[in-house]
């Protein structure tokens, strides 16, 4: 339970930081919230979270870092492609799913 609540922290105190610098969403900002989404649920699966709570938690801080619709769509993509795919690994996710 500790590190699911440590993995939960420190994912949303990097979303929150990263996310008040850039006043819009940039396609850095997107790009960045897509490796934190990568990082998010590679944690959450280590954890044995289930993908319904992996999309729900990780949803949530998509939405509440992205300020248009469009990058809230092809971020969610992005995710539910993440959640589905059998890795692991935080560098395969990023490779395959930010660009």
């Known amino acids: 339970m500790k590190k699911t609540l440590l993995a939960a922290v420190s994912i949303s ?5 990263y996310a008040n610098t850039k006043p819009s969403d940039s396609s850095e900002l997107v790009n960045q919230q897509c490796k934190i989404s990568a990082e998010a649920v590679t944690t959450l699966k280590g954890l044995r979270y289930g993908n319904a709570s992996i999309r729900k938690d990780v949803s949530s801080l998509i939405n509440n870092h992205l300020k248009t619709q469009e990058n809230r769509d092809v971020a969610q993509k992005a995710l539910n492609l993440m959640v589905d795919d059998k890795s ?3 560098a395969t996710l990023e490779s395959k799913y930010c660009s």
């Open 13 to 17: 105190v990097a979303a929150f930081a």
């Open 88 to 90: 692991i690994d935080v």
